[in-house]
């Protein structure tokens, strides 16, 4: 007797701290987000489908589009292997190509992505369909060197490495977890992600961002429920994006990783969103063009040509267009500052725990806290100079949203 109930005490602790911690999540967007508790980031998400729209098909002499940034206004990309060594910027409204960075010292054996810091561009030639490849590297480019106008022929630094937990050479293309296809740039280090197809999985690597010779040691893995074949990295929004598609059958889908702390991307929120008209589409690479959008990349296949799409991440990433989509407007709302305090008193709204959110202008977070809201007592305190900056506010509970306008 004395076992059994030990036995069910330890079961309903278990239980109970496990519905607890369902419970606490601190993405708004979560179907289990609670104003109340949110120490933990555990967080439940509908099933999202999005159909980014078709923009145009890309020239054939990028026909093998493989990786994808953006900068100097434009969209650069290069092709795998076997193309020339050439970054390829196209105008993004047409496609069309204006300039070429021509790396006339190095071949390209197998480019698969390319990142860029503040500093520098990278190109990842570490495609490895095999996992037998021993020379993997990337080309490293200063962004200094970069012209603002017209071709140029550039020079590249090199960074070796190896995987650190890879034993194994031998040929193995259906079962494979050393390709790489994937990676972005933090400050100090390069993020590979690699394509597994025995497992379905992505292990996360990281290396030195300067010439050498390396280790890539391995910080981490996630189920990515398929193959990962390219990435970015919007180092001020602390947003990461990952592309690719489910093996053998072809179901294109994006990862959007946010809410990490510095570079520990695993730390965050991930939610995957599918993305449905795009069935078969080889889904390459993809490049942040804004805090809002991406613009995908896809190469040539047996069922479409190459091409560019554009996909809003508004729904997905703005808690404020999240307001406006699924809140009620706040109206008759009044405010008063007090010594340095702003302190507002929004009316109608139900009594609770709410997440306060101040935006600016254009819809990018200043401040958030939680809060309670007495029923006898409904008014919010905010800081004097913040509220100087804001431009807009939402309120997020755990059953009401409500968005307003300074």
């Not at 010439?211 to 193959?227: C, H, Q, T, V």
Request: proline share 3%; aromatic share 16%; net charge negative.
């Amino acid at each position: 007797m004395k076992y059994f109930l030990s036995f069910w005490l330890i079961f309903l602790a278990v239980f109970f701290c496990t519905i607890q911690t369902q419970a606490q999540c601190d993405d708004v967007f979560a179907t289990n987000f609670d104003p109340a508790d949110s120490l933990f980031v555990n967080c439940k998400y509908s099933i999202v489908v999005q159909n980014p729209p078709f923009l145009y098909e890309l020239p054939k002499m990028v026909e093998e589009t493989s990786g994808l940034i953006f900068f100097d206004d434009l969209l650069w990309t290069h092709n795998d292997s076997g193309g020339e060594a050439v970054l390829y910027g196209m105008d993004t409204a047409n496609g069309q190509i204006v300039r070429r960075l021509i790396f006339p010292e190095i071949k390209n054996s197998d480019w698969e992505d390319v990142a860029l810091n503040e500093e520098f561009i990278f190109i990842g030639d570490f495609g490895n369909n095999s996992g037998s490849r021993k020379d993997l590297h990337i080309h490293r480019v200063r962004r200094s060197d970069v012209p603002t106008k017209g071709d140029a022929k550039l020079e590249t630094e090199k960074i070796q490495f190896h995987f650190e937990d890879q034993e194994d050479f031998l040929v193995k293309l259906k079962s494979n977890n050393f390709d790489c296809e994937a990676m972005v740039a933090g400050e100090e280090n390069l993020y590979l992600f690699t394509k597994n197809r025995g497992d379905q999985h992505s292990r996360i690597y990281q290396l030195p961002n300067s010439p050498g010779n390396y280790e890539a040691k391995l910080i981490g893995r996630f189920d990515s429920e398929g193959l990962i074949t390219g990435a970015d990295y919007l180092q001020e929004q602390q947003t990461l994006v990952l592309i690719g598609y489910t093996y053998k059958t072809w179901k294109p889908f994006v990862w959007l990783l946010y809410g990490f702390e510095q570079e520990d991307f695993l730390s965050g929120n991930k939610r995957k969103i599918d993305l449905l008209n795009l069935l078969t589409t080889q889904v390459e690479g993809i490049a942040f063009v804004n805090p809002w959008q991406v613009m995908i990349s896809a190469e040539t296949s047996k069922s479409f040509t190459a091409r560019a799409f554009k996909m809003d991440l508004r729904s997905f990433l703005s808690p404020y267009q999240l307001a406006l989509e699924k809140g009620n407007s706040l109206t008759g709302i009044s405010y008063e500052k007090k010594d340095q305090t702003f302190n507002f008193f929004p009316g109608s709204m139900k009594a609770g725990f709410y997440r306060l959110m101040l935006f600016e202008a254009e819809n990018y977070l200043l401040k958030e806290e939680t809060i309670q809201l007495e029923a006898d007592d409904q008014r919010f305190p905010i800081d004097f100079a913040l509220s100087e900056k804001a431009a807009k506010a939402a309120l997020f509970g755990k059953r009401h949203i409500y968005y307003f306008n300074f």
